[in-house]
Structure formats: C-alpha cells, structure tokens
C-alpha cells in the first residue's frame, strides 16, 4: 500500500484536480494550475488544496 497526494486549486471557484508538470531536469515533478499558476510552494492566493490518496493496489 502507498499513498499519494492529489492536488486542487480552487481558482475557479470549484476545485480543480492538477496534474504533475515536469520542471527542470534536477527539480521535482510538482502540479501547477494551468489557469492561474499556483502550485503547493507557491500559492499566494491560497487556493491550492490536497487531498491525499491511500493506494491499496500495492
Ligand atoms: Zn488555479
């Protein structure tokens, strides 16, 4: 089992689920909003959120 984490920006007015956006080649896969631009480390809006996925298919 391993869990994973789902993330959400709420921009829009309603959350909408983010998918992981490859950075650079050393920097970590991190989601950002194609709308608005947030991501986890940076979210002034504050209007990122997670919610986080147990996997049980492990
Ligand atoms: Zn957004």
Redesign the pocket.
């Known amino acids: 089992m391993s869990n994973y984490r789902k993330w959400y920006?709420?921009?829009?007015g309603k959350p909408?689920e983010?998918s992981p956006v490859e950075t650079a080649d050393d920097e970590p896969v991190e989601a950002i909003?194609?709308?608005?631009?947030?991501s986890p480390s940076s979210d002034p809006?504050h209007?990122?959120s997670y919610k986080d996925i147990e996997n049980w298919d492990d």
């Open positions: 920006c709420n921009c829009r909408l983010l909003c194609q709308r608005c631009g947030a809006k209007s990122i």
